[in-house]
Each structure stands twice: as structure tokens, then as C-alpha cells.
């Protein structure tokens, strides 16, 4: 025993110095700043979602979707910085949903990869990674605008502004059925489903719509949602929300609603697959469904107004690779890159911080659906979500159909204040967030 | 102990000793950046997998081990943030949580033995999930805490010592992952630690010669938890986020799988998996690129290493040794 | 309130149905062989995707499929009993570490098969019995309903009634004594490993069209299998069917009165009372393990 205290002491002794000497090299080699692209290499952007596990389907079609634009654009010639033409380059890393991989995985992509962007699904993954983007200034997108704060300028929402959206939706519907006054709406208890509640509640409540029980939270891992229906159908609501449940969640709910016998309005955030909801319930019960997301195959899409290029080409060659895969993240991912694209060019640079600027230059930006503002001061305490019009999507005749593009900061306006109450009252300002 | 091994022995022990204190030191300067955070969260891994295997001493397996480190992760981060507390101080309160915890469960979980036990603590473990799930203050609901302070950086030696960075902490986790390690050493050493081997070996046995066996378990179920509590907190204040899924059944099977592909007979085996795991899984399957491969070659891993290694990775060490000891004699 | 009893009293038998279906399937592989099959859950998605692979990928009949699905996943049992348990059969932990490593590789291989994303399965009918307004059962879930009854008296009729079965009551009861009394382990253990695996195969199949299909489907039912035969006592199978119907009505009472995540909490906290009071379940004759 007393041998080994002295093995003790000479062990730590020689830790000390063999570790100051490691600690300082190390200081001196890590470069905190990332590194630029010289003329004709690829310019390399990060992907850092989850492509394996329970949440992959929120990343791997992203990715896949990332591939096609990115073969499109490098086949055009890549980006035009200044005289020199980039071709563009994904490197992904699979944070499985877990914050310290993301960590790991922004690190990686910065020093070792030397990415100029990183994209990001966002959510439990972001905070993980603030801190390595707040050090780095690296610009990192996310999908779930919930993220942005004001100690993060570096951090843009600029493709969806979940769950505000939602409120087209709502309002749509109030103007063109006056008639409906009641609803129900269930949610599952996550990151996801909280935020688009409070945003459902308040757009309900900004058009005199009544809620007629407390909202049904669900775990994310309920398997059979007849008890869920049975309760919500026992008030006998006018409209059914299904808030922003997972396209996992609103087929089983939906095909519960046809057999339990509702024969009233739905209104939900996604419908992704919706053709084989039909098929599990029936076109009429579908008809008039409502929802945010149209098909990309959508005449609607080709107006001009709308900045996605191409998107009846982009769905069709989406769905010839990838059968069965396309949903709201397919095009989402690749129509940040659009905007990423634009704002390097015109800055001339794929230097993170200049992107930024260029990006948010004039306050206002080309999302997919159109000119939108950089908007968020009073909600996320900076203006860095791209808000401006959504597609309000109705199901016709078995085909979603864009019915109109509605003015998310126009409601705003006129009913924020309901909006933030709300928040509020689930502690989901950006204030009350951690 | 030591005293009766003969001198050349003693030699050669100093000398590995050596050879692994340089080693663990100059570790980081053969690692990428990402390799040195995933060295950070290993050393982590490390404290929760040796305190797991402690509560194993007594002959019970829990399902709900992570959850005691989340219990420490969320008790340092609250003690941090919301009662201003010093980081390293708020650690010891999340270790102090975690083991109340663990008292609390275990008067209920130790009526029960063997699968009835490995169930249970999983659905206790739940039960505590669902509750940060559930109530949004303090803990924060399903997003969980964030911006939870880091370590305050300090300047030593005229250098700027930030804990933000992986190498600084991994020497910080490090040198706590040593005392922890060694105080867990020294309880299994110790009157009571052969008592739970006894427990372990012969329940009725050991009742019958005045043994307290459900005192012990509990108190071998503090113990695990107050470490599995530190390395929680830890990890918290290294990435700056805590989350309920964080601390799911999925996470407690990997360090289940750490432990029993190390093999639990020895304090070194549980270390030897995490560490070999780990390089496997985060190092060597992430280099093939092949990210929706990388659980199926990690199953099968797992499948063939309790196949042909029954006994688990420490079972190679002795073997290991002897040779080594006979080139060195040969050479000698 | 009268017809939402009604209707809830039938979300929860359609819910026993399913989960007894699992739970038995498990009571019986821990029985017979000691190990806790973690890629239970796994087989139950397995069923499914058989499913999916005959009923829609083939375009073959929905009955075609789940017997399929029954078959394919006994099978898949038998060679996990051949390759797995038998040679660990000394080290249950080992076993359960096996059996880990066989859920992430099932999983890897629907994901990369199947994809990451819920399939579509059609309706096989969609006839619905309508007792009054507002309460209804589809034919779907009386299927459902049907073959678990059935399945489940077949198979206690061949406990009860033949040799096989017999030895198969006395392994699970107590292996030592049975292999004194010259039953072989290893024939029982495979018979085991198939009725179990089979179960839950048959009956991922037959609530494929019921619920989302996806590779990681069986994380959400091994949970609740577990607290269910923890309840009716490890071995014992017919606690689990009682708790299974136990567990299924208390959790769709609570959910319809309450929520999901509250039921979810009641479900656990039952669970951890009833093991207070009685730790080796309800019908857990002893400790073992």
C-alpha cells in the first residue's frame, strides 16, 4: 500500500509537466478561425443532422435532397465568388439527435473540414452547439426557428418559420368557413409540438374559434391514438387540430378520425404522404383537409413570386432517386442553399460573416415562397428568421392544392401580442427558454 | 499488498504505471480536434461505467444508472444557474443529488432482485425522465436546460486556461476521474466492499452469518449514484445542455454494453470497453462514411465480442501480460 | 359520457389484444431459457415488415402476410436460439447483450432497406361495426381482437394438452428440475424461441395497418411489454395476459380522462407499487432470476 502512494506521487508529478507541455501545443495549433477556399477548390458546407436513429427522418431526406442541388449547381458551374467559379461540396456528420455529438460534429466540420456554412435541423441539437458557433462566428442555419436568441447572431431560420406559419392556416379557414366556432387539438409534448400549440391557440383565438377541452398532449411514443381520438371527438368540435404532429402521428390520427365517424374540419400543420392517407380513409373525408406544405409538382409553385428553382423538376428527379422519401425537409435544406448561394455571390466571398451580411443586407431576403423580411426582434430578440408569405394548402379532389399565400408578419401585426401570451403561458419565449 | 512482489516486479509496475500516466498526458497531441472532444466525453463515459460496475459488485443490474446521471447533470446545472453557485462546487451538489436519489429509489427498487430489479430501476428511471419531461420549471421540459456555465477560465503560467476547450477539460475530467476511480478503489478494498462481494456470492449466506444485505445494496446504490452524478455533471458543463432524452434507455444500453464486453470482474475491465467501444463506434466506423451502416457493424460488435470473449475484454490482459513479462525476461 | 365508456372499453381491448400477444411471446423466451430478449420489440417490427415486404411490395393477401410474418419471424427466433442463446446459455447477461447487438443490426437493416420513413400500408378493410353513434369498432381491430384470442387459447390448449407442452410448462417453471425429469432443454428452448418469436411476429403483422410501420417501431412496445410482465410475474403466462389487459385498460382509461403522458406516468408508478407490495409480480410464484 505504501509503494503505491509513491507510485501515486511520481505518477501525478509527471502528469503535470507531460500535460502543460501537451496543453500549450495544442493551444498553439488550433486554429479558431475557419479556413478559406482558394480559387477553384470546392467550397465545403456542413451538414449536421441526424441520419440514423428516431429523428433521422428529419435529416437524411434533407441531406439527399442537398445532393441533388448540389449536382445541379456544380453542373452549372458551382458559385461565382468575385471571377472564380467554386463547385460545392456536402460534408454530413450524424449527430443522432444528441447535443454533445453535435459538438463534436460542429468542431469537426470547421477545423478539420473547413466548412464555410454548416446547416442544422436545430432543436435539442442547437444548444450544443451554440457555444462553438458563437466562437467560431460560423454561420449555422437550423430549421426550427425556436432556436434563434439574441446572444447567437450568427444563427438564421431562413427557410421555415415554425410553427408561425400556422397561423395562414387558421386564418384561411376562419375567412372561408365563418361558420366553423369550435375545435379540439391534440399535440405531442416536445420541442415541436409546444410552440405550435401556443401558435394554434392564438391563431384560434384571434378569430372568436373556441376551445372546447384542454389540449391533449401525447408522447412521442404512443402507438395506438383510438383513446387520444375518442376523446378528442367526445366534445363534438367543428374543427380537429392536429397541431405539428409528425406525419407518423397524423396518418394514424387521421384514419381514427374517419373510423370514428368525424365528419368536420381538420386542420394540421403537415400532411406529408397525404395519397396514402386517402387511401386509408376516403377522398371525401379528405376533402377540404388543411394544411401548410404543398407538393412540389404544384403548378402553383411556378408563379413567379415563388424564388425555389425549379421545383416541379427538383420533386420529380427528388422522387425518381428517392422513392417514397420526399416530405416538407427535402426541399427545405437545398432552398437554404439558394439563399446561401445568392448572398455569397453578391458579397463575392464564402467568409461566413460576409455571407451573413449580404445575406440580411436591405432586411429583406428571397425565401422559397417568396420576398420575405428578416423578422423576430419582438419574438426571438433578433431579426434573423426569414418571415414573410406561406402557402395556406388545401386537399381538392385527392390533390393538394395551393389555395393562397397569406402574410405571416400582416397577422403579426395584428395579433402578436395573443401570440406571445400564449408563448408565454407555455414558456416558449425566447426569454423564458433554459 | 505490493510489499511481497519482488523487486524486478516492482520495477516493471513502476514502469507500466509510468508508461500509462505518459500515455493518458500526451494523449491529445495524436488527436484531431474531434477526436479530443470525443476523449473528453470517453473520460466522462469512464466515471459513469466504474461506477456502474460498483453497484454490479452487490449482484444487481439497473436499467436506470444513466438517470442518476442525469439527476447529477440537472441537479449541478440548476445549482449554477439558478443559485449562482461555483462550477466545481455545483458538481459535488449534482453528485449530492444524484445520490438522494438513489436513496430515495432504492428502499423501493431493492425489494426486488434480479430481473424484477433490472425492470424496475428502468421504470423508476422513467418515471424521473417523464417528471423533467413534465414539470417545465425547473427543469425545463423536453428541451431541457441550456446556456449552463462552463468552468471559469483562469490564466496559468502566463497561459489563458479555457475550459471551452476539449484539452484543458479533458485533463480536468481526467484528474476527477482519477480520484473517482481511486476512492471507488478504495471502498471495493475496503471491509465493506468485501461484504458486497459476499452479498454478490451468497445472499442467504450472508444474512445468515448477520450480513444486513438490503444496507449494503442501498448503500452500494448511494455510492454508484453519487458517481454516476458527477460524471453527469461533468458532461453538463461541458457541452452547456441537458435534455430528458439525453439520459434514455437507449444511452443505458450502451454503457450496459461497455460494462459487460469489458467484463466487470475487475475495476479495469468496464474502462477497457467504454474506451474500445467507443474508438469503434465514434472513431473508426465514422472514418467509413457509411453512417446508416454504423449501428449494424456496432450489433454485430457487440454480438460477437460476447461470443468469442466471454469473459470480456479484461480476460485478454492477463494473457497480455505474461508476455509481455516474458519478452521482458528474455530480453533481460 | 355512456358511449365514450363504451367506446374507450373497446380501445382497450383491442390494445390487451396486441400487447398480451407480445408480452406471452416474452414470458415464454425468459421461461425457458433465462434471458431477457431485448430484440423482442425488434421481432414484433420484423411482423411488420413482413407485411410490408407481401402485402404491399408482393401484392399478396393481407392473410398471406401475417402468416408469413408468423413464420418468418419464428424462424428468425429459431436461428437466434441456434446462434445466440444456446452458446451463452450460461451467461444470461451475455444473452442480453446479444440480443442488444441484434436490435441495432435489425434495425440498420429495415432502415436501409425500408428507409427511415413510416410506410404505407392500405387498409386491408375498412368496415367499421357501428353499436350506436359514437361508438364503433373497425373491422381491422376486431381481427386484431379475434386472433389474439384465438391464437392465445391455441396456445394454452397446447400447454395444457400435450407432452411438448407440458415439458415446455415444466422448463419454464424450473429448468434444473425438468432436465432431471429428461426433457430435452435444447428441443424445448426451440420450441420456445419460435412460439415467442412467432407472437410477436404475428402480431406486428396483424396491427401493421394499425400503426406507423418504421424501423425503430419496436422501442415503444418493448417498453410497455416489460412493465407488463414485471406486473403478472416473470414466467408466468398468465399474468401477463391479466396484465397485459390490466396495463392496456388502465393506460386507455387514463389517457381518454387525462393524456397520454400522464397515463404513461400512472402506468409506471402502477408498476413500481404493485412491485413494492408484491416483488416477484402478481403471479410470480418465486424469485428467480
Not at chain 1, 244 to 264: A, K, M, N, R, W
Not at chain 3, 247 to 258: G, L
Not at chain 3, 270 to 286: E, S
Request: charged letters at 15%; proline letters at 5%; glycine letters at 10%.
Amino acid at each position: 500500500m505504501k509503494n503505491l502512494k509513491n507510485f501515486g506521487g511520481s505518477f501525478s508529478r509527471r502528469r503535470l509537466l507531460a500535460g502543460a507541455n501537451a496543453l500549450s501545443v495544442s493551444l498553439l495549433s488550433s486554429g479558431l478561425f475557419p479556413r478559406l477556399a482558394r480559387s477553384g477548390e470546392p467550397i465545403k458546407i456542413g451538414f449536421l443532422a441526424p441520419l440514423t436513429g428516431e429523428v433521422a427522418a428529419w435529416g437524411k431526406p434533407g441531406l439527399d435532397g442537398c445532393l441533388i442541388w448540389a449536382e445541379w449547381v456544380n453542373a452549372l458551374g458551382g458559385v461565382k465568388l468575385g471571377n472564380e467559379r467554386h463547385n460545392i461540396e456536402f460534408v454530413a456528420y450524424d449527430n443522432e439527435y444528441d447535443p454533445g455529438k453535435a459538438r463534436t460534429g460542429a468542431a469537426k466540420l470547421i477545423r478539420e473540414d473547413g466548412v464555410q456554412f454548416i446547416m442544422m435541423l436545430g432543436g435539442d441539437t442547437w444548444p450544443g452547439v451554440q457555444p462553438v458557433a458563437e466562437r467560431s462566428g460560423m454561420l449555422v442555419s437550423t430549421l426550427l426557428p425556436s432556436d434563434l436568441t439574441p446572444d447567437t447572431t450568427t444563427l438564421i431560420a431562413p427557410a421555415e418559420v415554425h410553427p408561425i406559419y400556422n397561423v395562414t392556416g387558421v386564418e384561411w379557414m376562419a375567412e372561408t368557413f365563418p361558420n366553423l366556432k369550435s375545435a379540439v387539438i391534440c399535440a405531442q409534448d416536445d420541442a415541436l409540438g409546444l410552440p405550435s400549440l401556443a401558435t394554434y391557440l392564438a391563431a384560434f383565438e384571434a378569430e372568436g374559434i373556441e376551445l372546447q377541452q384542454d389540449p391533449l398532449l401525447f408522447d412521442p411514443a404512443t402507438t395506438d391514438f383510438a383513446p387520444i381520438v375518442t376523446k378528442m371527438l367526445s366534445s363534438n368540435p367543428d374543427i380537429v387540430s392536429l397541431d405539428t404532429c409528425y406525419s407518423d402521428y397524423v396518418h394514424p390520427i387521421c384514419e381514427q378520425l374517419f373510423q370514428q365517424g368525424y365528419e368536420g374540419k381538420v386542420i394540421s400543420c403537415t400532411a406529408d404522404f397525404y395519397e396514402q392517407i386517402i387511401e386509408k380513409t376516403s377522398k371525401e373525408f379528405m376533402e377540404g383537409f388543411i394544411f401548410q406544405f404543398p407538393d412540389f409538382d404544384d403548378p402553383a409553385l411556378n408563379d413567379p413570386r415563388v424564388n425555389f428553382k425549379d421545383p416541379n423538376d427538383f420533386f420529380r428527379e427528388y422522387n425518381r432517386r428517392y422513392p417514397g422519401e420526399w416530405g416538407a425537409v427535402s426541399w427545405e435544406y437545398a432552398s437554404i442553399m439558394d439563399l446561401w448561394k445568392e448572398a455569397a455571390e453578391k458579397a463575392g466571398s464564402a467568409e461566413p460573416e460576409k455571407v451573413l451580411a449580404a445575406m440580411k443586407s436591405g432586411g429583406k431576403g428571397a425565401h422559397a415562397f417568396g420576398e420575405a423580411n428578416w423578422w423576430g426582434r419582438e419574438f426571438f430578440g433578433i431579426d434573423n428568421a426569414l418571415v414573410g408569405n406561406w402557402p395556406v394548402v388545401v386537399i381538392e379532389d385527392g390533390k393538394a392544392r395551393v389555395k393562397a399565400y397569406k402574410s405571416i408578419p400582416d397577422w403579426y401585426d395584428r395579433h402578436g401580442e395573443l401570440l406571445i401570451r400564449h408563448m408565454e403561458a407555455l414558456g416558449q419565449m425566447y426569454y423564458q427558454r433554459g | 499488498m505490493l510489499a511481497i512482489v519482488p523487486e524486478a516486479a516492482r520495477f516493471r509496475y513502476l514502469l507500466a504505471w509510468t508508461a500509462l500516466a505518459v500515455l493518458l498526458c500526451a494523449l491529445p497531441l495524436f488527436l484531431s480536434y474531434s477526436q479530443k472532444e470525443i476523449l473528453v466525453f470517453t473520460t466522462i463515459n469512464v466515471i459513469l461505467v466504474v461506477s456502474y460496475r460498483h453497484l454490479t459488485l452487490t449482484g444487481e443490474w439497473s436499467l436506470g444508472h444513466v438517470v442518476m446521471m442525469g439527476c447529477g447533470a440537472y441537479g449541478s446545472a440548476l445549482a449554477s444557474k439558478q443559485l449562482g453557485l461555483a462550477v466545481p462546487l455545483s458538481m459535488l451538489t449534482g453528485g449530492v443529488c444524484a445520490a438522494l436519489v438513489g436513496w430515495l429509489l432504492s428502499y423501493p427498487l431493492f425489494r426486488m432482485k434480479g430481473f424484477y430489479f433490472l425492470i424496475g430501476s428502468f421504470a423508476a428511471g422513467e418515471v424521473i425522465r417523464l417528471l423533467w419531461k413534465r414539470f417545465r420549471d425547473p427543469f425545463g421540459g423536453p428541451k431541457g436546460l441550456k446556456r449552463v456555465p462552463g468552468l471559469e477560465e483562469f490564466e496559468f503560467a502566463g497561459l489563458r486556461i479555457d475550459f471551452f476547450d476539449p484539452v484543458p477539460y479533458y485533463f480536468f475530467s481526467l484528474a476527477v476521474a482519477i480520484v473517482c476511480i481511486w476512492l471507488l478503489w478504495r471502498i471495493e478494498r475496503s471491509p465493506l466492499g468485501w461484504s458486497y462481494h459476499a452479498v454478490h456470492w451468497g445472499d442467504d449466506l450472508a444474512r445468515s452469518v448477520g450480513i444486513p444485505t438490503r444496507r449494503l445494496r442501498r448503500r452500494a446504490m448511494v455510492t454508484a449514484s453519487f458517481f454516476a452524478g458527477i460524471s453527469g455533471a461533468l458532461l453538463v458543463h461541458y457541452v452547456g445542455t441537458v435534455n430528458p432524452s439525453r439520459f434514455n434507455v437507449e444511452e443505458m444500453v450502451y454503457v450496459l454494453t461497455w460494462a459487460i464486453v469489458g467484463g466487470v470482474a475487475t475495476l479495469y475491465g468496464p474502462i477497457l470497453g467504454v474506451v474500445s467501444l467507443t474508438i469503434v463506434n465514434e472513431i473508426i466506423l465514422r472514418e467509413f462514411g457509411l453512417d446508416q451502416w454504423r449501428p449494424l457493424f456496432y450489433g454485430a460488435l457487440l454480438i460477437a465480442s460476447v461470443l468469442f470473449l466471454p469473459k470480456g475484454l479484461e480476460s485478454l490482459v492477463a494473457p497480455a501480460r505474461s508476455m509481455l513479462s516474458r519478452l521482458w525476461t528474455r530480453s533481460a | 359520457m355512456h358511449e365514450l365508456l363504451l367506446q374507450t372499453f373497446l380501445n382497450a381491448t383491442y390494445a390487451a389484444s396486441y400487447i398480451a400477444l407480445v408480452a406471452v411471446g416474452l414470458v415464454l423466451i425468459f421461461g425457458v431459457m433465462g434471458v431477457i430478449n431485448f430484440a423482442h420489440g425488434e421481432l414484433y417490427m420484423l411482423g411488420a415488415y413482413g407485411v410490408v415486404a407481401v402485402y404491399v411490395g408482393a401484392q399478396q393477401s393481407f392473410l398471406l402476410a401475417v402468416a408469413v410474418g408468423l413464420m418468418f419471424v419464428g424462424l428468425v427466433g429459431l436461428l437466434m436460439e441456434r446462434a445466440l442463446f444456446r452458446p451463452l446459455r450460461d451467461n444470461p447477461l451475455s444473452g442480453l447483450v446479444a440480443s442488444i447487438g441484434l436490435l441495432l443490426i435489425l434495425q440498420a437493416l429495415a432502415a436501409i432497406f425500408f428507409g427511415v420513413r413510416m410506410e404505407h400500408i392500405p387498409p386491408v378493410t375498412q368496415e367499421v361495426l357501428r353499436f350506436s353513434d359514437g361508438v364503433s369498432l373497425p373491422l381491422q381491430r376486431l381481427f386484431v381482437i379475434v386472433a389474439a384470442i384465438v391464437l392465445l387459447t391455441g396456445l394454452w390448449m397446447f400447454l395444457k394438452r400435450t407432452r411438448f407442452g407440458w415439458a415446455l410448462r415444466a422448463s419454464a417453471e424450473d429448468r434444473e428440475a425438468a432436465q432431471l425429469q429428461g426433457i430435452s432443454v435444447t428441443r424445448i428452448a426451440q420450441l420456445a424461441m419460435v412460439i415467442g418469436a412467432g407472437l410477436a411476429g404475428v402480431a406486428g403483422a396483424l396491427t401493421a395497418p394499425l400503426v406507423r410501420v418504421y424501423p425503430y417501431m419496436g422501442h415503444s412496445v418493448i417498453v410497455t411489454v416489460f412493465i407488463v410482465i414485471i406486473v403478472g410475474g416473470v414466467g408466468s403466462l398468465e399474468g401477463a395476459v391479466i396484465a397485459a389487459i390490466a396495463y392496456a385498460f388502465v393506460h386507455t382509461f387514463v389517457t381518454t380522462f387525462f393524456d397520454g403522458v400522464v397515463a404513461d406516468i400512472v402506468g409506471l408508478l402502477l408498476m413500481l407499487m404493485v412491485l413494492v407490495v408484491r416483488p416477484t409480480g402478481l403471479f410470480g410464484a418465486r424469485d428467480r432470476a
